[in-house]
């Protein structure tokens, strides 16, 4: 399984998912620049944290149309199993390639530590390796996360089953029903405010994050088993 | 020509910067302070005479970049 990290202007998470992808589930990773024409090569696009462009207008803004963006569209109407972490969330609502969009902590604080999950949706690309219900751990840092969504949106979202992650207890930015993370309608594309890649080795604080990797390997296996046994 | 764009943020969407100024204001004892709500404003120079194209193409730059239409509004005004 071939996996490809893309790197904008003003990324910072871009070697920790890199990093991830070797040590979680040890599959070929790329750093790819904003700049590339063609994914057509790689199963798998992480869009990484950061600030993209530096944040400039509004988180993802700019980033929506870097030329890589008509790919990452691509290969979402390919079926193809793309992560938006933090900043990458934001540019995947930009590009309305998932739903909502992420404005400023109701707090006006860059919120960054350990936040206690809730994995609404086990049957994503990037989640089947965890169980309905199930609480994990996985850092959060951001500003600008609190989830916004119309209300015929989210009950769109409820219905469809979109809603991936909630944040458990306190709610950390204000996101509207606690929304930590949302799925594209297919379960292809995922967002979500915290962070993995951060939290994939007991060292880290917590290995709840690794399992994101090791779900979208079944997943990717699960699609070209079935092609390969024929 | 000259177009000067205002970005709002929607009034069903929380505007967090807006309440902490609104508080600021009380603080300084500006009580007839209702509520606040902050936006962008920007200017625009566009290298056209056609005002009705102006006003076609802004229409376009607002929905695709300069504005988020899911959390934010938005109107122009068109100067020369």
């Given at each position: 399984m071939k996996f490809a990290v893309i790197v904008f202007?003003?990324?910072?998470c871009d070697i920790d998912c890199y990093k991830a992808v070797e040590d979680t589930v040890g599959q070929s990773v790329d750093y790819v620049f904003?700049?590339?024409?063609?994914?057509?090569?790689?199963d798998a696009i992480l869009i990484p944290g950061g600030f993209s462009y530096?944040?400039?207008?509004?988180?993802?803004a700019i980033a929506?149309?870097?030329?890589v963006m008509t790919e990452v569209r691509k290969a979402a109407e390919e079926g193809k199993f793309i992560l938006g972490i933090c900043n990458g969330f934001q540019i995947l609502t930009e590009a309305g390639l998932l739903p909502g969009a992420l404005i400023r902590n109701n707090s006006l604080k860059f919120r960054c530590h350990q936040v206690d999950l809730i994995v609404?949706?086990?049957?994503t690309a990037f989640t089947n390796a965890y169980a309905q219900g199930e609480a994990i751990q996985i850092p959060i840092a951001h500003g600008e996360g609190s989830y916004y969504v119309a209300d015929e949106t989210l009950a769109s979202l409820k219905a469809n089953n979109q809603i991936v992650f909630r944040y458990a207890g306190?709610?950390?930015?204000?996101?509207v029903d606690n929304i930590a993370g949302v799925s594209n309608e297919a379960g292809n594309v995922v967002g979500l405010m915290p962070h993995p890649e951060r939290a994939?080795?007991?060292?880290?604080?917590?290995?709840?994050?690794a399992r994101m990797f090791t779900s979208v390997l079944n997943a990717w296996r699960e699609r070209n088993g079935a092609a390969s046994i024929r | 020509m000259k177009a000067k764009v205002y970005v709002t943020i929607k009034q069903n969407v929380l505007d967090p910067q807006g309440n902490a100024v609104q508080g600021a204001l009380h603080t300084l004892?500006?009580?007839?302070?209702g509520k606040v709500r902050i936006g962008k404003y920007l200017e625009v120079e566009l290298d056209t005479n056609d005002r009705a194209q102006a006003e076609e193409r802004l229409t376009v730059m607002c929905e695709k970049?300069?504005?988020?239409t899911v959390v934010e509004d938005y109107r122009f005004e068109l100067e020369g």
């Open positions: 202007p003003g990324s910072n904003h700049t590339a024409t063609d994914l057509s090569a790689y530096g944040d400039y207008l509004r988180c993802g929506q149309f870097a030329p609404e949706n086990p049957k306190d709610n950390p930015n204000g996101s994939v080795a007991e060292i880290l604080g917590s290995a709840d994050g | 004892g500006f009580n007839e302070v970049l300069l504005a988020n």
